[in-house]
């Protein structure tokens, strides 16, 4: 059993930063890849961004990229996302989740954190 817990959200104005952390507890997270997802309102739940056991950035979503930098630090069981730029269209709740088994299947998932851009 895996538990995450996402945190840095708030409001913040476009052109502005944030950085999102995700803390893992209860489980193998050094072994997990992991992702960060998002689900603006009204909309489905999309990847941004997944990193492999050793930090390699496995994907990005084209509307993130060079805006924002996913890591991982295993020894904190902690994965970041660090957004940069930030757009009125990246409001959304952003998901932590992670793939224990390596099958390309997303088995724990965070609570989520609000992030709200105010253009």
């Known amino acids: 059993q895996v538990q995450l817990v996402e945190s840095g959200g708030g409001l913040v104005q476009a052109g502005g930063s944030l950085r999102l952390s995700c803390a893992a507890s209860g489980g193998s997270f050094s072994r997990s890849v992991m992702g960060w997802f998002r689900q603006a309102s009204g909309k489905e739940r999309e990847l941004v961004a997944a990193l492999s056991r050793s930090a390699y950035t496995l994907y990005y979503a084209d509307s993130v990229k060079g805006r924002f930098t996913a890591s991982r630090d295993n020894g904190k069981n902690t994965v970041y996302l660090q957004m940069n730029s930030l757009k009125a269209e990246d409001t959304a709740v952003y998901y932590c989740?992670?793939?224990?088994?390596?099958?390309?299947?997303?088995?724990?998932w965070g609570q989520g954190t609000q992030v709200t851009v105010s253009s």
């Open positions: 989740a992670a793939d224990t088994q390596g099958t390309g299947r997303w088995d724990y």
